[in-house]
């Protein structure tokens, strides 16, 4: 791989991993095209790192609110206020174990999925946007409850996202819509579904430690740097624009780009 390909790749990464377009989709489609399909699934986690770390940086508050109110109650010391924070901490603990179960079950199979069916999940996700449209014919701003996601919106939101382990299905774009339909307001689905992230990619990290041998095999050192920090650079930007697209309730915009693109995935690969 190329210094020039993996800045595609990272670049495509940055953006895809938060806009509800599926980044894993998108790389599956770009490998084939650059007739990379030996590159291990390690190099693709390693873009996902990039994002991981603007997630950090974005909501820096929010993570380090959670961990102190984590620290105190493991320590006994609960303060007022935590009580919103553990509650957070519990959806996504509820959510990250079903993901985890289901991810474990579909490991194999969405590794193996061909370009083709790709395509026609990048399909699927169009329809799932579009879904929120019906749902954003109820107020959720209105009638959501103030205190955010629980524990009934984290296993709703847990199966989505374990359903997002397919490429081709938007993990961001999957979770913010069950978040929505469980009743979570705009602002609080779009930090929960990135949020959920942290822990799902560093559980990809670990799984595909294995691969070190083969990455290194398939992309130089200069490559797979140049690849993290376009990824790390577009996050960023794709964050920030996301960001405000929920806040506006138009996510399901997204999917006028996914039909088109799965259409041509189904007719070219």
Known sequence: MTVIQAILFGCLQGLAEFLPISSSG?????????GLEEVPRLFDVLLHVSSLLVILWVFRRRTGSLCGALARFLMRKKKEGDEQDLRLIAAIIAATFITGIIGLALKNFSETLPARAVA???????????ATRLREKKPIAQDAPAEGPGLRAGIITGLAQGIGVLPGISRSGITISAALFAGVRRPAAGEFSFLLAVPAILGALLLSLRHTEDLAAAVPPA???????AALITSYIALRVLLRIIRGGRLYLFALYLIPVGILGLVLL
């Open 223 to 229: 490559s797979l740097a140049a690849g993290m920090a």
């Open 120 to 130: 026609g999940l990048l399909l699927g996700t169009a329809g799932i946007l579009l």
């Open 26 to 34: 998108h790389l599956v489609l770009l490998k084939g095209i650059f």
